[in-house]
């Protein structure tokens, strides 16, 4: 009816048209709804897909085997924690192998990803292990172990395939089968030896450490060493960072690059040693630990290939852009590089080879290749994200020639730096492990027709957990199916790959991140002045080897590498070295002296030198010298200065005279000083007065009293030979006859008269009494 009186143009009343208005919108209302439901859920799901695909984590604890063959069977175990604010239903643990990947590239874009991606990770594998879980609440955590037999994974031709390990489940909100959480690792697929050629692989094992030794030592014969801390006998303790690299190395195909410092180090401590604590210090007790580390490292060492780093891993990025600019630098690294060699000689009785300079990351320029090599190494170890290959499709042979003689061995970068990082967690080192494999065999399946040395450079100083995961990889490879060891050595002399790049890259190209971390110039402008004082020190020593060996070592560890990103420590080491050096030194002094006082014209003045040292001084020589010369003498011969040699034993003081002469009365300043033989001036200067009494007027006469007494005896001696002389004319005219002396004398001839007088003394004053203040 209502329809119809429409359609006739009546016009309807309000309540009617009001039950028509309320009609339509209960009727649409569903309709309505069910169109926005049906435009939101695809969004909902889109959202909740991506959200979802991180709302687990899922860590994977280990891979064995890590490389399979066809017979094996694959586990792996791991975790699951529910990131999420909502519990996690109808979950379980699948197994996804996706498709082979192309090269080095798919491998580091495949480790890039983090969200699920369908396509790319593949679907479960068929009838596959599962574990399930039919409740993850938030927060919470659970295990999980999947193993299967390889034949199941589907795996095709050689080559290395994503592996992921997914966890799919519902939410209260979202109740249907998804894709939460993944882990993606690596398998290598290299059942059988590669035919062909295999990589070469040198792995590069170093055993550097910081500086622990201070300049200072006892004063006993033994000189007894100081450490800064007792950190060092926890590393190679037990369990400890550098008793793990030898036990671990040792079992393992690897070339030894060794800081002769960390051996000397240890050395020091199988004997009687000091701890600083505070002012104070303490006894070292770690002999026992310190014997055991090293008699382990000596038998790992044991026909094995050993590089010796110049004494300390002197920074040669940091010598290169600043010690250049500072006269002597070069000299340290030169010192550094002679006592490296005969260092591990001596504590391990084996001939290092010294021909190799390592830059810190392998990171180089034309500064750096003529500093590196300036102290007679031969092969500069760098990286190939510094000296890059970008043309080739392939990673050549380490080793090529850069000019001037000189090799540049460039270590794989990504291998290199495969390590880094926190390992201590089991899932980053398993998933280190393997992509390391994987970047291996991938280096191998690049050409198989080319024989190709890889070198591994690591960082300087791992970890524990980084020493063991570097081992774990290194085992993988026993099998040798793809990778054959190589030593550093066979490594330099392969034959290099005519395409590989052999320009080293400009100054430019060197990373801001390594320059800002460099010693600064003032660093090396330390050193120089540290090594000045030294040198003017050892002159005066009679056993300078005492100061002069720890000294040297010191300034050596100035420039170690290891002051890279601790530049405060840097600093106040240096600060220490050259305090204490300066406290030694001043240790040969001159004892202040306040006024002398001279009563007559002449007196002894004395200076007094005090050697606090254990060994004696010797080559000084002391100088004092008057302000006004004209009124103090104190040379021989009228000279104004006075100049005296100094030798005094140890624990000794030495005074030392000098004749002084006054021509005036009053003060005169005097200045004592202590020079070299060749005119160095040593030490401070020490000014003291010299107070000439007044000579009197009878002083004045007695002196006057004794010339004229002088004078009037030269007067009668003359008068009296005078008259002798007179005589004997007078007597040979008398009697030209008579022979003058003739034994024929008159025997009663008188003799010349006795003189009337007694002799009179031409004597001056006995000089005035001793000074000595």
Not at 425 to 443: G, P
Request: glycine share 8%.
């Amino acid at each position: 009816m209502a329809e119809a009186a429409d359609s006739q143009g009546m016009t309807p009343s309000p309540a009617r048209r009001w039950l028509r208005r309320t009609a339509a919108l209960l009727v649409g209302a569903p309709l309505f709804a069910g169109l926005l439901s049906a435009t939101a859920a695809p969004a909902a799901h889109a959202a909740e897909d991506v959200v979802g695909g991180q709302s687990v984590q899922v860590s994977l604890d280990s891979v064995a085997p890590k490389a399979p063959v066809k017979s094996d069977t694959l586990t792996i175990s791991g975790t699951v924690t529910n990131k999420g604010k909502q519990a996690v239903t109808s979950a379980h643990v699948g197994l996804r192998v996706g498709a082979k990947l192309p090269g080095r590239s798919g491998i580091d874009e495949t480790a890039a990803r983090t969200a699920y991606a369908p396509g790319t990770d593949g679907a479960e594998v068929a009838d596959g292990p599962t574990a399930k879980f039919a409740r993850l609440e938030a927060g919470v955590s659970q295990d999980f172990t999947l193993s299967v037999p390889v034949s199941k994974l589907g795996l095709g031709e050689d080559g290395v395939y994503p592996l992921g390990v997914s966890l799919s489940g519902q939410t209260p909100t979202q109740q249907y089968d998804q894709v939460l959480g993944i882990q993606r690792t690596f398998l290598p697929w290299q059942p059988d030896a590669v035919e062909g050629k295999k990589s070469q692989l040198t792995f590069l094992w170093p055993l550097i450490s910081s500086s622990h030794l201070t300049a200072q030592t006892g004063s006993d014969a033994q000189q007894t060493p100081v450490f800064a801390d007792d950190s060092l006998a926890r590393d190679i303790g037990p369990g400890g960072r550098l008793e793990q690299m030898v036990s671990l190395g040792k079992q393992l195909p690897v070339t030894w690059v060794i800081d002769p410092d960390l051996l000397a180090t240890v050395d020091a401590m199988t004997r009687n040693y000091k701890i600083k604590a505070g002012d104070n210090l303490v006894t070292g007790t770690s002999q026992d630990v310190a014997k055991a580390w090293l008699s382990s490292l000596e038998a790992a060492v044991q026909g094995e290939k050993v590089v010796a780093l110049p004494f300390a891993d002197p920074d040669l990025a940091s010598l290169a852009h600043h010690g250049r600019d500072v006269p002597g630098s070069l000299g340290h690294l030169q010192s550094a590089t002679e006592v490296a060699q005969k260092t591990i000689d001596t504590i391990l009785h084996v001939t290092p080879s010294v021909d190799y300079s390592w830059p810190v990351d392998g990171a180089v320029d034309p500064s750096i290749v003529d500093v590196a090599t300036s102290a007679g190494a031969h092969n500069v170890i760098a990286r190939s994200d510094s000296l890059r290959d970008g043309a080739l499709a392939y990673a050549p042979t380490a080793t090529r020639p850069i000019g001037g003689g000189a090799n540049a061995i460039v270590a794989d970068a990504r291998l290199s730096t495969a390590f880094q990082g926190d390992m201590s967690m089991a899932d980053t080192s398993t998933l280190a492990v393997q992509k390391f494999l994987a970047q291996t065999l991938s280096i191998t399946l690049q050409d198989t027709e080319k024989q190709r040395s890889i070198v591994v450079a690591p960082q300087r100083m791992p970890t524990v957990s980084q020493a063991q995961t570097m081992a774990a990889a290194l085992h993988a490879l026993d099998p040798q199916r793809w990778t054959q060891p190589l030593d550093l050595s066979a490594a330099a002399t392969a034959k290099p790959d005519p395409l590989a790049a052999t320009k080293v890259p400009g100054a430019g190209a060197y990373p801001d991140a390594l320059r800002q971390q460099e010693l600064p110039l003032d660093a090396f402008q330390d050193m120089k002045n540290t090594q000045g004082t030294l040198d003017r020190f050892k002159v005066i020593l009679t056993a300078p080897d005492r100061v002069v060996t720890p000294f040297g070592n010191a300034i050596n560890r100035e420039m170690s590498t290891s002051w890279r990103g601790d530049s405060g420590g840097g600093q106040n080491y240096r600060a220490g070295v050259q305090l204490y050096l300066d406290g030694l030194a001043d240790q040969v002094h001159l004892i202040q002296k306040s006024t002398a006082t001279m009563s007559g014209r002449s007196a002894t003045l004395a200076v007094t030198v005090q050697n606090k040292l254990v060994q004696g001084v010797d080559h000084l020589v002391l100088r004092l010298q008057p302000k006004s010369p004209t009124r103090l003498q104190l040379g021989d011969d009228g000279n104004a200065i006075g100049e005296q040699p100094v030798k005094v034993d140890g624990d000794r003081s030495q005074s030392v005279k000098f004749t002084a002469i006054a021509n005036a009365n009053g003060p005169v300043p005097v200045t004592a000083r202590l020079y070299t033989e060749d005119g160095t001036p040593y030490g401070e200067p020490m000014e003291f007065t010299v107070q000439v009494s007044e000579i009197t007027p009878t002083v004045m006469l007695v002196i006057a009293g004794g010339v004229l007494l002088l004078v009037l005896a030269g007067i009668r001696m003359y008068t009296h030979r005078k008259r002798s002389m007179a005589r004997e004319e007078s007597e040979d005219n008398d009697d030209p006859g008579q022979s003058n002396g003739s034994a024929d004398a008159d025997p009663g001839q008188p003799s010349d008269p006795t003189p009337d007088t007694g002799p009179e003394s031409g004597a001056a004053p006995g000089p005035g009494e001793k000074v000595d203040h």
